[in-house]
């Protein structure tokens, strides 16, 4: 069962740094999203793709934030200078959308930050 | 606009009694309503959802879970609540291509 992967699982980094994220969704899977997740708190939107298009982005996404599909497969997701407050999990889910579909989203184990 | 709110933090429950998670909705138009549980360390994974049809909707590992327009809620049951059922469980509504999630509530379940 090869489903949603992320990495890494946990990252350090400094204040100011730079930072990426990789997440490889469910082969066949056309929708790919990305959350961010604070002790306490529910998933909250991001981001999301459809295929290699990235379809919307949620005010929480800052500038300092971008997302890329390349290849309409798997996804990375940069933070540029890094702030504390940028501190949390990020969560990859994937779906396959389209008639017939159950519109079930699947969640890798997350890229926990910390940014010190 | 479309949210949901999950007004207990935590429910405890003893072991083989009947369990129920909150959920209240806030939507214009139809809800489309999801659960999905946490557990330690692994992502997210999908429950049930209600798109229409019956309100009694049937999910995986016995879970089940109750439309009630009237009331705009979509309560998490199960009848008999097993130790390993201890986890995080989210409710979550569609809103255009993607789920908002509540906040939360952690079941714990007592042997």
């Known amino acids: 069962d090869t489903g949603v992967s992320q990495n890494p699982r946990h990252k350090i980094t400094k204040r100011g740094q730079n930072v990426t994220f990789r997440c490889d969704p469910i082969s066949e899977h056309n929708r790919l999203y990305w959350y961010r997740q604070t002790l306490g708190q529910g998933p909250e939107f991001l981001t999301y793709f459809q295929n290699e298009a990235q379809l919307e982005k949620s005010r929480l996404l800052s500038d300092r934030f971008s997302a890329e599909r390349p290849k309409g497969s798997f996804s990375t997701l940069e933070i540029q200078r890094t702030e504390q407050g940028d501190s949390a999990m990020y969560l990859c889910?994937?779906?396959?959308?389209?008639?017939?579909?159950?519109?079930?989203?699947?969640f890798g184990s997350g890229t926990q930050l910390s940014v010190l | 606009a479309q949210s949901v709110a999950q007004p207990e933090d935590q429910v405890n429950v003893a072991e083989g009694n009947p369990l129920t998670v909150k959920c209240t909705y806030s939507v214009s138009g139809n809800p489309y309503l999801f659960w999905y549980v946490q557990y330690p360390n692994r992502g997210l994974q999908f429950l049930l959802k209600y798109i229409t049809g019956d309100n009694l909707v049937k999910g995986s590992y016995g879970f089940e879970a109750e439309f009630n327009k009237s009331q705009t809620s979509f309560h998490l049951k199960k009848p008999s609540a097993l130790v390993s059922d201890s986890a995080l469980y989210f409710c979550?509504?569609?809103?255009?291509?993607?789920?908002?999630f509540g906040t939360g509530t952690r079941l714990q379940v007592f042997p």
């Open positions: 889910a994937s779906s396959l959308v389209g008639p017939g579909t159950n519109e079930k989203l699947f």
């Open positions: 979550a509504v569609r809103k255009a291509d993607k789920l908002i």
